[in-house]
């Protein structure tokens, strides 16, 4: 008599490890964006995130496969919050308005963080890949179609 395969049956297999903590997440992306505010992206280091954040590295190295990649998200974590494309009202009074809050997010605090993130991708081709991708293009896509709205009102 064949034995049952007891994982195949499983609809659901829980991955190894513990489960991901969000508390963990939110705090590695602030420890890693506090460094972006403070240091160029050369001189962070992986370890001194996680340790600021109380984590080990295991934990951040889970949800992200590089510090590059870390970074990018913590700065998307950041910027996501504080500049955003509203949904509703006249197409144009949305635009100036996203306009405004990315001035005022370029000459805030959050500027140095732009700044070294510009700078760290004219070296690194992943982190430029990943930035244009992440970044610029669904920004970009977004403008576009309120861009678009805005001329088919009348």
Same mark, same amino acid.
């Given at each position: 008599?064949?034995?049952?395969?007891?994982?195949? #049956?499983?609809?659901?297999?829980?991955?190894?490890?513990?489960? *991901?903590?969000?508390?963990?997440?939110?705090?590695?992306?602030?420890?890693?964006?506090?460094?972006?505010?403070?240091?160029?992206?050369?001189?962070?280091?992986?370890?001194?995130?996680?340790?600021?954040?109380?984590?080990?590295?295991?934990?951040?190295?889970?949800?992200?496969?590089?510090? #590059?990649?870390?970074?990018?998200?913590?700065?998307?974590?950041?910027?996501?919050? #504080?500049?955003?494309?509203?949904?509703?009202?006249?197409?144009?009074? *949305?635009?100036?308005?996203?306009?405004?809050?990315v001035g005022r997010f370029f000459i805030g605090e959050n500027g140095i963080v732009v700044?070294?993130?510009?700078?760290?991708?004219?070296?690194?081709?992943?982190?430029?890949? #990943?930035?244009?991708?992440?970044?610029?293009?669904?920004?970009?896509?977004?403008?576009?179609?309120?861009? *678009?709205?805005?001329i088919q009102c009348p």
């Amino acid at each position: 008599m064949r034995q049952k395969n007891v994982e195949s #049956e499983s609809p659901t297999k829980r991955p190894a490890g513990r489960p *991901r903590s969000e508390a963990s997440r939110t705090s590695i992306l602030d420890s890693a964006y506090s460094f972006l505010r403070a240091k160029p992206v050369s001189a962070i280091s992986t370890v001194h995130i996680a340790r600021n954040a109380g984590v080990s590295t295991a934990t951040v190295y889970r949800w992200w496969p590089t510090k #590059e990649a870390l970074l990018l998200d913590a700065f998307l974590h950041t910027a996501d919050h #504080e500049v955003v494309l509203q949904k509703e009202g006249a197409p144009l009074e *949305r635009l100036k308005e996203y306009v405004l809050q990315v001035g005022r997010f370029f000459i805030g605090e959050n500027g140095i963080v732009v700044a070294r993130l510009l700078t760290a991708i004219q070296d690194n081709a992943i982190l430029r890949k #990943e930035f244009l991708e992440r970044v610029c293009s669904p920004r970009d896509q977004e403008i576009r179609a309120v861009v *678009r709205e805005a001329i088919q009102c009348p």
